[in-house]
């Protein structure tokens, strides 16, 4: 069981940003991957990003591509969450979860994480 605790939400402008942290505690040596999905207020929760944790690869959805930024600091067990260029779509909240194993690279876009936190809510206003 890893325990997750995100911070760093919060109301900011259209065209604003904000850093999103998730630090992870407990049994972290399993960790595999960890990643960040959102929901929306009546949406299905969807994948945004994800990186392996040894080997720093990233992962990100096309909704996200080139505006967030995913990255870990191994020492702190910690993952971040950098948002850039935020738009009203981006309204959601924000979730870290940990993934322990996986049998494809299709799976690190899934919700079916292993372990997850209790969000973040993130509100772009107009």
């Known amino acids: 069981q890893v325990q997750l605790v995100e911070s760093g939400g919060g109301l900011v402008q259209a065209g604003g940003s904000l850093r999103l942290s998730c630090a992870a505690s407990?049994?972290?040596?399993?960790?595999?991957?960890m990643g960040w999905f959102r929901q929306a207020p009546g949406k299905e929760r969807e994948f945004a990003a994800a990186?392996?944790?040894?080997?720093?690869?990233?992962y990100y959805a096309d909704s996200v591509k080139g505006r967030f930024a995913i990255s870990r600091d191994i020492a702190k067990n910690t993952v971040y969450l950098q948002l850039n260029s935020l738009t009203p779509e981006d309204t959601a909240v924000y979730y870290c979860a940990a993934v322990n194993r996986i049998t494809s690279l299709a799976e690190l876009v899934s919700p079916a994480y292993d372990d997850w936190g209790q969000g973040t809510q993130v509100t772009v206003s107009s």
């Open positions: 990186i392996r944790w040894s080997a720093g690869f990233t």
């Open positions: 407990g049994r972290t040596f399993s960790v595999y991957a």
